[in-house]
């Protein structure tokens, strides 16, 4: 048994929050001031065995292996050691200071895991406005990575065995110690040269322990998200099963299922449709029946039906995994060690905020990290598409919106992200006459983020308001061509989606095309407790699978901009003029049923970006990456001509009143109705005389 590992073998143990093995004291951590974080590494048990690499200087960082969502990885060279170890640098202006927090226990809590299919931390420290992991340098690649480059079809079943078994004894370590992956997938399963199989990327993993409730945050990439995640009707660790099932189809073919559809598509048709199989039929390669049957005890929408961890890996599937070695001759001698393959990035069409003042110079061409510069703050300027920055435009007092263009993020000045969900007040905003008067909203200072808090994670530099300032992480500032996107829901914790609540939950939406175009971003939706009535409590559904299943059946779906909802929420002004609200409309579209009032809404996902995932391109200007349902032109078709023929019996109808008039203001003795066809004409001064 590996070690650290915990042992509490039932599913309702680890849901009546069976003591963890690890422990970590969070609050007193979290809560340490600047001066106090860096006594952190001589304070804190961490500092020598967990957090050892936690000094921005003793790198020397080479060029980028990987990109995530809202990182890259760097190989870098760790000179006290002369040992060659990978880097994440994540962006922290992209992210909200309670996900910074979160993002901080994470990393802290997955620092210490102990499992050899669990990726360690061998340290983490902030520099800039970016957040540093220090992990081993696996130097094989994620899976993902392994099948881009030489098996696009997928891999042969016994080498997915061989992988599924390593990443399953990860999960079983990580479910018995209360945490839930949230994430799992083939570009999560990084691989050494010798052909161990590590979990990795706990950006989004969660902790079962930290509180009782259960899990309502919708995090994840779209592809291998469980359908209850989904529904945020409160999930467990067996989210993560369904994900290892999303992983093993992923294996199989090359690409997870539904990867080529739109997100909220993805999110739609897993809601809707039955689990996704494997069609050993049409699969290029042979599989056997285990391995199907495999994958459908993962893929049960019911999640209390599906295995755990621990007994899934009895399944008869897992015999035929062979040692590590042989994923070396399978595998690896097939493709070049990590170092050697090409790594794109591709250009992002995304809707960022971005400074037009000074340009932060980033070269793209040399990735290699630069010198921390200081924080600026400039003003924000939302950029679409693919082309150049257009100068600067002065932005009236009065209209304290983001500058709204076209334009490219490669080769940019350096852009920085609101913070989504926060109040943004108008004078928060900078205007073109005070660039420099803009202050971070009151609920973001500056100073409030506890620069090196969590665990082990150590504040070198400068922290800038993560949501507010120009980043000065000194990193290329490329985002634009490598930031993913991401996709999750959180829902406020204190209050549940309830069909009466007839929620307008500003939803973020965003996505950015992944470097390999596939659709791996992980995506958030992100309910900010604004809530609002709608028209009638019957224009209002939560996004359930049975609703999603209606809505998908009938086809009907509404994508239409309507004006934000507070017009002192600069961010969703412009954003509600740009992008508009993606809404689910469910029913039919038919004249006579919209008039029955009868039709439901799902609650609505407005559009807008999110700094703590790509605030990119999302659903809005690219056409290449508008989440528009391929049914709008039928359904705008319908709406139109329901519209006309409301238009014609009103005709009608004021034709009809036309023709009464005259009988409301003359005296029944005087007054001969006209007729209809009379009516249409002009009234006679003769007969005004008359009457
Ligand atoms: N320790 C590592 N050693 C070698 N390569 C790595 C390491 N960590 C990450 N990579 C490479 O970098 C890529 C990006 O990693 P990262 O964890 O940022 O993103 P991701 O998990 O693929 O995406 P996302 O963050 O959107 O889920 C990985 O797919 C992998 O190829």
């Not at 020397?60 to 990987?66: A, E, F």
């Not at 040399?366 to 693919?386: A, T």
Request: overall charge neutral; proline content about 9%; aromatic content about 6%.
């Amino acid at each position: 048994m590996p070690s650290g590992e915990n042992l509490v073998t039932s599913d309702s143990a680890v849901q009546k929050r069976a003591k963890p093995a690890i422990h970590i004291d969070i609050a007193p951590t979290h809560l340490l001031t600047p001066v106090d974080t860096e006594r952190i590494p001589s304070a804190s048990p961490l500092s020598s065995e967990t957090n050892w690499a936690n000094r921005y200087e003793d790198f020397v960082i080479g060029n980028p292996i990987g990109y995530g969502s809202s990182a890259v990885v760097y190989e870098a060279m760790y000179k006290p050691l002369n040992k060659k170890l990978a880097i994440k640098a994540i962006d922290l202006d992209k992210f909200e200071r309670n996900q910074i927090d979160e993002l901080r226990r994470e990393t802290a809590l997955m620092a210490l895991c102990k499992h050899p299919n669990v990726l360690k931390v061998y340290g983490s420290f902030v520099n800039g406005s970016k957040l540093f992991i220090v992990t081993p340098y696996l130097a094989a690649g994620s899976c993902l990575d392994i099948m881009k480059t030489g098996f696009s079809e997928g891999l042969d079943e016994i080498s997915i065995a061989t992988i599924l078994k390593q990443a399953l004894e990860a999960l079983v370590y990580l479910h018995k110690n209360g945490h839930i992956h949230r994430d799992v997938k083939a570009g999560n399963l990084l691989m050494d040269d010798q052909g161990q199989v590590l979990l990795a990327d706990f950006g989004v993993s969660s902790s079962l322990t930290e509180n009782n409730e259960v899990r309502r945050t919708f995090v994840g990439t779209p592809c291998w998200m469980a359908p209850e995640v989904m529904e945020q009707a409160g999930y467990d660790y067996k989210a993560d099963i369904w994900s290892f099932g999303i992983t093993a189809l992923e294996l199989a073919t090359g690409h997870a299922p539904l990867a080529r559809h739109p997100p909220m598509k993805v999110l739609m048709m897993t809601l809707a449709n039955d689990p996704p199989t494997l069609d050993r039929q049409n699969c290029k390669q042979k599989f056997s029946r285990t391995f199907k049957d495999m994958i459908d005890l993962c893929l049960q929408k019911d999640h209390h039906k599906r295995p755990t961890a621990e007994k899934l890996l009895a399944h008869p599937f897992f015999k035929q995994a062979k040692r590590h070695d042989h994923l070396v001759k399978a595998l690896l001698a097939h493709v070049p060690p990590l170092d050697q393959r090409p790594h794109k990035q591709v250009p992002q069409k995304q809707i960022i905020l971005a400074s037009a003042e000074k340009p932060w110079n980033f070269d793209t061409q040399d990735e290699r990290i630069q010198p921390v510069r200081p924080i600026e703050r400039s003003k924000p300027v939302v950029h679409f598409g693919e082309h150049p920055p257009i100068p600067e435009r002065p932005v009236p007092e009065t209209d304290p919106q983001p500058i709204l263009s076209g334009e490219a993020v490669s080769n940019k000045p350096r852009w920085m992200t609101q913070a989504h969900g926060l109040p943004i007040q108008t004078q928060d905003l900078p205007t073109a006459s005070s660039p420099s008067s803009y202050s971070p909203p009151s609920s973001t200072p500056l100073d409030a983020h506890p620069p090196g808090v969590g665990l082990g994670i150590m504040h070198h530099g400068p922290l800038s308001a993560a949501s507010s300032t120009p980043s000065a992480g000194g990193l290329p500032s490329s985002e634009g061509e490598f930031r993913k996107g991401r996709f999750s829901v959180h829902q406020t914790p204190t209050r549940a989606m309830a069909s009466e609540d007839w929620i307008e939950s500003r939803a973020i939406v965003c996505r950015a095309p992944s470097q390999d175009g596939e659709r791996r971003s992980r995506f958030e939706i992100k309910q900010n407790g604004i809530q609002q009535v709608c028209e009638s409590p019957a224009t209002g559904l939560p996004l359930t699978r049975e609703n999603l299943k209606e809505c998908v059946l009938n086809k009907v779906g509404r994508f239409s901009l309507e004006k934000p909802e507070s017009p002192s929420d600069p961010i969703a002004l412009s954003e509600g003029r740009k992008k508009g609200r993606f809404e689910l409309k469910v029913g039919s579209s038919t004249p006579s049923d919209t008039d029955k009032a009868t039709h439901y809404e799902s609650p609505q996902s407005t559009v807008i970006p999110s700094p703590s995932i790509s605030p990119s391109n999302s659903i809005s200007r690219d056409s290449s990456n508008r989440m528009v349902d391929p049914n709008l032109p039928h359904m705008v078709h319908v709406h139109v001509e329901a519209l006309i023929k409301q238009t014609e019996i009103q005709k009608n109808m004021l034709q009809g009143l036309l023709a009464t008039l005259p009988s409301l203001y003359a005296s029944p003795s005087t007054t001969r109705l006209r007729t209809p066809s009379e009516a249409k004409k002009p009234v006679s001064s003769d007969e005004i005389n008359q009457r």
